[in-house]
């Protein structure tokens, strides 16, 4: 780099000016971007929520102490069904089978399902966004692209998605497809499509008639590249905030759907079908819903405190 | 604003016909047998194709779309003979009658479903979001003007807890503490039902000596008959509209925290910026109490994007509904419509359907219509 690149560098980065030129980091972006990400207290923590439940996932098997499907009625001797949690380093009786948070209707050890439910909810949501992102950007860039008849058709056809309650619209869904947990996946993605559409639409009409287009349009860009090097950069900043976001949201609808049933197979452990299960026994044995859903609660929450922080941190409109 | 509100409405007639559209054919091709999800597993073939026969099953979806012997096929052949003898074109015209059908499983018509069930919904969502409003805009407006403080903090917390908790485990949270563990206190709160077993609503029509009445404005006032809280007052039965209040307050509260939770984040965020802008400035240099400046000129303009959240939030309601509904035992639109998803009955799905999405659409038309009158730059375009 010569030394007039790192004068540059430096006079562009005001906040490294008073540095000795010779000894100033070459700015770079992403860790720009990490760092101010990182200054943000509610990033911090939904991160290390965040990670915290990945590690609970992925470690699943390790940190299990029983099969999350297997009901343990003649296999464990003196098990309850819906008994309360039993921890014996914390006083619990020796007599009574140990489960950390009690056992379901079916003699099945709660805790176990709850860990593996991370992976359930994790992966679900996190697919059914990605599969809404990928989906929604080719909407929006085409709609936003091209405007005139193929945007009022594209958007108007999203805004009838949005016009209907996104969880009927997915329980419809899902009854049409046949109950289970990929179609409840496909229900979730398909509502949430208009989100993305919509964000890639605005960027791509607010960056169309940039001069940097033009430029490129002067160079002899093809349409096709121009939208996909030059327009399309500029959405990826409100994607991944509202990705984040949608991924806590879904996490939700993905809980709702199995809640009320229309997910399939109700043994596999997932939180919203653990409470559906049990809800009349909320007065009996109140610990089968109310931890599942403070685990529900939890996921949601650490994604929206990570989609807060990187909306701040990337949005120069809010720095304020 | 009369241009306005016509051009909104013009704009809202295709969507409400692709609404139709995608729910008549999306319910029509679903996989599975509607007659033997009707009758029962055991109907046998000669009973099931006089049901097919019946409801016109047999006919095509829309021209050229068929669905035989569980599959949908398209034959594009038929489309100019099915052109208009299709099971969509006999539904439109139903509709043009004022006929939203007969609902399969029920046997009766929808319109009466809806006089019966409707009120619940809406009793609930209103009360929701009155909740909602009531102590989501002073919140936000607290933590907007004490930026940083603890309260802000606090409230925001409060606020990032509430759009993550589920529905349906706020709901049966709420009722757990209110129905059982706050038993016996004065603290205590019915957890299901609509009204406790015993009380029950005289209709208005046996109050007013109008049994006799038929028609459209029997059904509006059977309607007005099923929202307990106003309808018992106006008709002196204080004791139905208290009960009936008691059993709505835990189900409003877990429907109305997520919108609770945006409002003071919309309303907070929107007091920021208000208060940062220069007529702000110029109110506190001419020497405008404190007090008027926040009240007066900044709240009315914070206060804009706020209506707009409100009428956005319209729609998650009604799919919180769905889950308050079933967890508070109340038999709503929300619960009507799961149910009618899950067992198959095309008709009242298809009615439900569009009534959810009038509402909403005029909801959303209150809510831009009002928002011209409060900003008049919006009035001006």
Redesign the interface.
Known sequence: MSTQEQIALAEATPVQATVPIATARPASLWRDTLGSVLRQR?ARVGLLMLTFLVLVAIFAPVIATHDPYQSLLGVEPGVVKRSGPCIHVLGCPASQPEHIFGTDGNFRDLYSRVVYGARTSLTVGVAAVTFAIVIGTIIGAIAGYLGGTSDNVLM??M??L???????LA???V????RSLVNALIAIAIVSIPVYARIVRSTVLTTREADFVTASKALGESGFGILVRRIMPNSITPLIVAATLGV?GAV?EI??LA??G?TGDVSNPEW?SI?GLE?DQ??RA?HI??IP?IA???T??AF??LG?GLRDALDPRLN? | MTRFIIRRLLVTI??LI??VF??FV??R???GDPCRAVLGERATDAVCDAFITRYGLDKAIIPGLFKANHAVAFHIEQIPTTLLDNQFVAYLGQLAQGDLGTSIKHSRPVTTLLIERLPTTVELTIMAMLFAVSVGIPLGLISGYRHNSKADVGTMVVA??G???????LG??L??LF??VLKGTPFALPPSARLSTGVEMVPLATVWGLENLQGPLRGILDFFSGLYIPAGIISGQFNVSFDAFRHLILPAIALGTIPLAIIARITRSSL?EVL?QDFVRTARAKGVKERSVILRHATRNALLPVVTVIGLQL??L???A??TE??FNLAGV?RT??EA??G?DYVV?QGL?LI??LI??TVNLIVDISYGFLDPRVRAR
Do not use: C, E, K
Not at chain 1, 175 to 178: K, L, P, S, V
Not at chain 2, 163 to 169: A, D, L, T
């Open positions: 509610s108007r056809l805004d009838v949005l016009a209907f309650p996104a969880l009927l329980i419809a869904i009854t049409a497809a046949g806590g939700l809980a709702a809640f009320v229309v919203g409470i809800r909320i007065f109140p819903i109310l859903g529900i609660t939890i949601v929450l929206n405190l807060d304020r | 295709p969507v692709g609404i995608i729910v999306l319910a091709v679903v996989p990032n807890f759009v993550s908790i589920p529905v349906f485990v049966l949270a009722a757990f129905g059982l920021l940062g729609g998650a009604l799919s919180g769905v889950l079933s967890v929300g419509m799961f998803i899950t198959r799905v359907t959810i999405a909403y659409v």
